[in-house]
């Protein structure tokens, strides 16, 4: 918000555009004839949902030829750490049951800007089996294992940042790697630039943000709406895609990721060989022509607004209300003939889900067009456009009229994934057609004190009332204050245990407190835009004791194991014995 009144004010000082013509043309979209047998969406149905073709195979891939051994060797690390197991966890995990067993596994990161940014990623580095540490700790493995990687706003910055640049452990994404940064390749997070004033030198900061509206001309000549998210995506772009490092970060001669296509990841190594976590980011809908008065304080939306998926194939929403995808490759399409691509930027999209500028809840348009107007002529625009939100050509136009609430706009206005209070991206998970049976939900939400209490589980609960037919969720407490008071923040606690598929047990990882004895360093405000790496460090290295509970409970790697296999055991029909009978009474909430 504060980030918001100063890009604008630095606009205002700077006359003059520089550009770079590569990134300009890269990130314009272009349209040509649609393919033959082309349409426009896809319906999913309403009750148990169909996925799209490529990512059914993509998942039926990763379960014949990559988790098997995944599993065998996840099963390994918890083995390693010489707690006894009892054996239909050993036999789920060794394959010796057959692959139709093994655990659908998605696991979830949340929002809260550069914090949950980092405490998402100190927890997958805690639970990534090429890490010698987390090996030997028994929760390495688990990320290899993991079937889904969702993520929303900071958390949309690490799981898009990490399918983009090929998967790397977390040291290597956050920090890069020496060679890092060359036109095309990754060269870390550079958290040390601030988002909102990179240098802290006036006349380079202001000569950076107007580049950065220079760079969105093409795709405005293109006669495509652009808002404040167009602007924010060239800034996310140089800490989360390739292109940039610490060389060349003010250089606008270089694309800095401008042109690397959401639908175009596919083709990155670890994808293409199922080698990750089917990734997926959310944003919510803002529903311009919907209710406007249902935007609440803070730009805060309704639970029901549809919440839109982004995946490598398809972007839509499984919600009922809408239960349509269209093609991420065609997004921007909207109708049969003329198609649509480049619009699927990655930076778009990760700009998409961490657009916070609605919290303005602009209903005077004028205002923000005389911010801009100085830089870039923006008078082309329709009017009533949102300049605060991020913009996408409506590929759902008149579909389901009266239930869902975008069926009438030209435009989809999104924001990002957390407004509507849930800001752990759980929805995708519930999708019953995805078959998740547990969710390992990493929560970096600031609720009291920059720390997480429960808030969002809550939010997600209430959600699910509203979709009975399409979504289920285990019970949580109903308030914050109650998850304080059961100590269900200060460690991870396990939710649904007692609940039976299709309701996954959750794995509730919240960055609540620091291991007792160790100084608050994972709490910073979500308006902090800046960190030295120092700084960083220290975060990583906490979160990882937060979610290993290094030498807080040596059980806790199997009481893990025990929790994921739980639902597969049900199916075996076993009954809950040895370290996991005592782990479930000492982490399950009731
Ligand atoms: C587990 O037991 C083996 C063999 O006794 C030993 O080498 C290893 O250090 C033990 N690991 C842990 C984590 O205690
Ligand atoms: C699961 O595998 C174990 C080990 O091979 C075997 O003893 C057990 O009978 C199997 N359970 C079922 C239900 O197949
Ligand atoms: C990004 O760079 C990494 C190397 O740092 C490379 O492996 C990956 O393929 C690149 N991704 C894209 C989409 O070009
Ligand atoms: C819009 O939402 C408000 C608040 O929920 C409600 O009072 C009002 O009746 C709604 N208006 C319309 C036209 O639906
Ligand atoms: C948001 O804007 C709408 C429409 O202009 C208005 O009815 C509503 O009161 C506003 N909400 C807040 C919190 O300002
Ligand atoms: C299809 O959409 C394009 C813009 O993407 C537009 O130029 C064209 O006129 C539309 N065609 C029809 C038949 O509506
Ligand atoms: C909208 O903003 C402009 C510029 O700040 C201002 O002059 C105008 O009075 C505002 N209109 C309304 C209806 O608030
Ligand atoms: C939903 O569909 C999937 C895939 O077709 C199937 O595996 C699953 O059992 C179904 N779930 C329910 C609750 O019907
Ligand atoms: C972090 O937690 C400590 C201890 O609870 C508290 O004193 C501090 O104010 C918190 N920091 C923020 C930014 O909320
Ligand atoms: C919560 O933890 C505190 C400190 O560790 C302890 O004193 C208290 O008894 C615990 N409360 C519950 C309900 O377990
Ligand atoms: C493994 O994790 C530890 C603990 O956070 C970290 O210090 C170390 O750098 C990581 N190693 C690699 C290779 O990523
Ligand atoms: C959940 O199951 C456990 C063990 O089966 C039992 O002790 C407990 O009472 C159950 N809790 C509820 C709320 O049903």
């Avoid at 940064?181 to 202001?206: I, K, N």
Wanted: hydrophobic share 40%; with cysteine; charged share 15%.
């Amino acid at each position: 918000m504060s980030l918001f009144k100063i890009v604008a004010t630095l606009f205002l000082l700077y006359p003059q555009i520089v550009s770079s013509k590569s990134a300009v043309a890269l990130y314009t979209p272009s349209h040509s004839p649609c393919p033959d047998g082309f349409s426009l969406y896809r319906p999913v149905g309403i009750s148990n949902q169909t996925l799209s073709e490529g990512e059914s195979a993509y998942v039926s891939s990763r379960k014949n030829h990559v988790l098997p051994e995944a599993w065998k060797s996840y099963l390994s690390n918890v083995e390693g750490t010489n707690v006894s197991l009892p054996g239909y966890v050993s036999s789920i995990l060794s394959g010796a049951n057959g692959t139709e067993v093994y655990p659908t596994l998605g696991i979830a990161t949340s929002g809260g800007g550069w914090r949950a940014a980092i405490f998402g990623g100190g927890v997958l580095n805690a639970l990534d089996g090429r890490n010698v540490s987390s090996s030997r700790n028994g929760a390495g493995g688990l990320l290899q294992a993991a079937t889904y990687l969702t993520g929303l706003s900071g958390g949309a910055w690490l799981v898009t940042s990490m399918m983009q640049a090929n998967f790397p452990v977390i040291h290597d994404l956050v920090f890069g790697t020496s060679g890092g940064g060359q036109s095309s390749r990754f060269g870390g997070w550079l958290p040390q630039y601030s988002l909102a004033t990179p240098s802290d030198d006036l006349v380079t900061d202001v000569a950076y943000l107007a580049g950065l509206v220079a760079d969105i001309q093409g795709k405005h000549l293109a006669g495509f709406p652009i808002t404040i998210a167009d602007i924010w995506a060239g800034n996310l772009a140089r800490h989360f895609l390739n292109g940039t490092n610490g060389a060349n970060f003010y250089d606008f001669t270089k694309a800095h990721g401008a042109g690397l296509t959401l639908s175009g990841v596919a083709k990155t190594a670890t994808f293409a060989s199922f080698n990750e976590p089917f990734p997926i980011v959310i944003a919510d809908s803002k529903s311009n022509g919907g209710n406007k008065s249902n935007i609440l304080v803070g730009g805060q939306i309704p639970l029901t607004n549809p919440i839109y998926e982004f995946n490598v194939y398809e972007m839509g929403s499984y919600d009922p209300t809408l239960a349509a995808f269209a093609q991420t490759k065609y997004m921007g399409t909207t109708n049969g003939s003329t198609c649509v691509t480049g619009f699927d930027q990655l930076s778009f999209v990760q700009a998409t889900s961490s657009d916070v500028f609605t919290s303005y809840n602009t209903t005077n348009l004028t205002a923000i067009l005389q911010l801009l107007d100085p830089i870039i002529d923006l008078t082309l625009l329709e009017p009533n456009i949102e300049l605060d939100a991020a913009v996408y050509p409506n590929p759902f136009y008149g579909v389901n009229k009266g239930t869902y609430i975008d069926s009438d706009e030209t435009y989809l206005n999104l924001v990002d994934g957390g407004f509507n209070t849930e800001s752990i991206p759980l929805q995708p998970l519930l999708v019953q057609a995805r078959g998740v049976e547990v969710i390992l939900a990493i929560d970096a939400t600031a609720d009291v004190d920059g720390y997480a209490a429960g808030s969002s589980l809550i939010a997600s609960q209430t959600r699910t009332t509203f979709f009975p037919s399409a979504y289920s969720f285990p019970p949580v407490p109903s308030s914050v204050d109650d998850f304080i008071e059961k100590n269900l923040t200060s460690r991870p606690t396990f939710f649904g245990c007692n609940s039976s598929s299709p309701t996954p047990l959750i794995i509730y990882v919240p960055n609540g407190a620091p291991l007792p004895g160790q100084p608050p360093l994972t709490n910073t405000s979500s308006d902090q835009l800046e960190y030295s790496l120092m700084e960083v460090q220290g975060m990583l290295d906490q979160t990882f004791d937060m979610a290993t509970l290094r030498g807080v409970d040596d059980d806790w790697p199997a009481c893990l194991a025990c929790a994921v296999v739980d639902r597969a055991r049900v199916m075996l029909g076993a009954i809950r014995s040895g370290v996991c009978e005592t782990c479930m009474k000492e982490y399950c909430w009731s």
